[in-house]
């Protein structure tokens, strides 16, 4: 995958409600800033001027975020609906997200659950950080959990390595980054969470790899292209497959398959309930479900 520029934008999903892109490493979703004229919004208002939504700052709603390091897929919603069917997956756990990365050392073992709480670091000069609780100024730490399995065992550039698939099952600012650090394993480019020592490689090794999100009207499914194979990187030297990728995915498809049918099992109770107590706490709970829905969506109109 080539650095990033105005008109190479790469399309994995589209339909009338969303756009999934594969975003490149080192690009901002958006930005203020004026010499910032290179973002994700600017690829996307290049490539698609006619869906730009003039009722946004920006013109896009994204559904979730990546960091400026990170590449891999990011939906986008194209308007309101789509942004608040989204959002219920993501409110109501149904969102499958998995990302792929290259960490410094051989990791031992072939799955592990991650789960140190994770907060702001406040120490002078490190405010841009996150770190574990128990860290010198680590304020407001909450819980949050990583599961990793180990893929392949090798080198970069000679130094020993392994290839890992990591999902996140909470929500926290540079989680997976922080919590491969805090296991001894930190992201190979890595720069912030490796005391400032992994400067050699072109970009950080943390890819966002498979997502899906099951919306009332669509399924949105996307794996992207690994970009961490030996032909796209010669410095990354695999030695030993110890999980096959496709497997691990399809074991991530039948679980959300299974708590899509789990989720709409309860709502079918939860309906037939209503029914039976009337229709006005139907229409309670949607009110109230909408003004949650407004509440996120503000987050992307003009401030």
């Not at 208002?45 to 897929?73: N, V």
């Not at 942004?83 to 997956?89: E, F, H, I, M």
């Not at 499958?96 to 000069?125: C, D, P």
Request: net charge negative; hydrophobic share 30%; aromatic share 8%.
């Amino acid at each position: 995958m080539e650095p990033g520029t105005i008109d190479n934008l790469s399309i994995l999903y589209q339909s009338s409600d969303f756009i999934v892109v594969n975003k490149h490493w080192d690009l901002r979703i958006d930005s203020k800033m004026w010499y910032e004229t290179l973002t994700l919004q600017s690829q996307l208002k290049h490539r698609f001027p006619e869906l730009a939504d003039p009722d946004t700052y920006y013109g896009f709603r994204f559904c979730h975020q990546l960091d400026f390091s990170t590449s891999g897929a990011l939906c986008v919603a194209l308007n309101k609906a789509a942004a608040g069917s989204a959002y219920k997956c993501f409110k109501e756990r149904l969102v499958t997200k998995a990302y792929l990365a290259l960490v410094r050392g051989h990791v031992s073992q072939s799955r592990m659950t991650i789960r140190y709480a994770i907060g702001k670091n406040t120490t002078e000069g490190m405010t841009h950080m996150m770190c574990i609780e128990g860290t010198e100024g680590c304020e407001n730490p909450k819980p949050c959990q990583s599961e990793l399995i180990v893929l392949e065992h090798g080198s970069y550039s000679g130094d020993p390595v392994t290839k890992v698939l990591l999902q996140p099952l909470t929500g926290r600012t540079h989680q997976l980054r922080v919590h491969c650090s805090a296991i001894g394993h930190p992201i190979v480019g890595d720069f912030t969470y490796s005391q400032r020592q992994d400067s050699n490689p072109y970009r950080m090794m943390l890819h966002a790899y498979y997502l899906r999100i099951p919306t009332g009207k669509e399924l949105i499914e996307v794996c992207t292209p690994d970009p961490f194979v030996n032909a796209m990187d010669s410095n990354w030297v695999p030695q030993q497959v110890t999980q096959q990728l496709e497997d691990i995915i399809q074991e991530l498809k039948d679980k959300g398959t299974q708590k899509e049918e789990e989720e709409e099992g309860r709502e079918a109770e939860s309906a037939a309930g209503e029914e039976e107590a009337g229709s006005e706490g139907s229409r309670e709970e949607t009110e109230e479900q909408r003004a949650r829905c407004e509440q996120w969506l503000a987050e992307w109109a003009p401030e």
